[in-house]
């Protein structure tokens, strides 16, 4: 095989690569946004479908790990490309953790229709609005391979965080009030830290598009800001 075709093989590989994890991105995407739904509708339906969508996800990420393997065994990358692939595997790993991360939120929603309700608490909503925002940020900061939007998911994770003490504070002092309400309150304490955790994740995926771009690493809360 001449090094023209080596080459052209080697980027088609990276395409099918690129599109398998852009599928992937998007079935968590909608896990996530119907999961969280889920929970303010108080709608136990949809558990078993987002288990059984998990599945493909979980396919998607075992066959991304198998051809980023074939890649970098046959093909040696460097540079760019070996950043590119690198990054591919990363957030696929995360991708599956999100989409593990949702249907722990679709079963706390069936959990949640057997237990006496609680009153609205705003923070649930905002949560979940700005955890699927960052979600959809920091993947389309990889698309476009962009840093300035991958940094302002790093920073918004301090919201979730902040949201998330405060959702524990007015759960605890529900249950205080009401025993009958310790059981939707505990499942609404699993929804708020698995969202916490979606958000992480998120920050993991806008954290690699930097590395990907600038080849500088920003974990940790280094340099999110230029």
């Known amino acids: 095989m001449t090094d023209e075709k080596r080459r052209r093989r080697f980027h088609d590989e990276l395409d099918i690569l690129q ?9 968590v995407e909608e896990v996530i946004q119907r999961a969280a739904q889920a929970v303010l509708d108080r709608d136990a339906s949809v558990a078993e ?6 599945d493909r996800v979980d396919e998607l990420e075992v066959e991304i790990d198998e051809r ?6 046959l093909q040696q990358p460097m540079a760019s490309d070996l950043r590119q692939i690198v990054t591919t ?15 722990n939120i679709s079963k706390a929603a069936r959990r949640l229709t057997e237990s006496s309700p609680l009153p609205q ?13 960052m979600v959809a940020d920091s993947l389309a900061a990889y698309v476009s391979r962009s840093p300035g939007t991958a940094r302002m998911v790093c920073l918004t ?5 902040d949201l998330r003490r405060s959702m524990y504070r007015i759960l605890v ?4 009030e009401d025993p009958k309400r310790i059981g939707g309150a505990l499942e609404l ?17 806008a954290e690699d598009v930097v590395f990907l771009v600038e080849g500088r690493t920003i974990k940790h809360g280094a340099e999110l800001a230029d």
């Open 189 to 205: 304490l699993l929804v708020s830290q698995n969202l916490e955790r979606i958000a992480d994740l998120a920050t993991n995926i």
């Open 121 to 133: 608490i705003r923070e649930l909503s905002e949560m979940a609005e700005i955890t699927q925002g």
């Open 89 to 103: 595997n990363k957030i696929s790993n995360d991708l599956e953790r999100m989409g593990d991360h949702a249907v």
């Open 49 to 54: 479908e987002i288990i059984e969508i998990d």
């Open 19 to 27: 599109e398998r994890l852009l599928e992937m991105a998007g079935i």
């Open 157 to 161: 994770d301090d919201k979730v965080d």
């Open 68 to 73: 980023v393997i074939e890649l970098l065994a």
């Open 173 to 176: 002092t529900h249950m205080l």
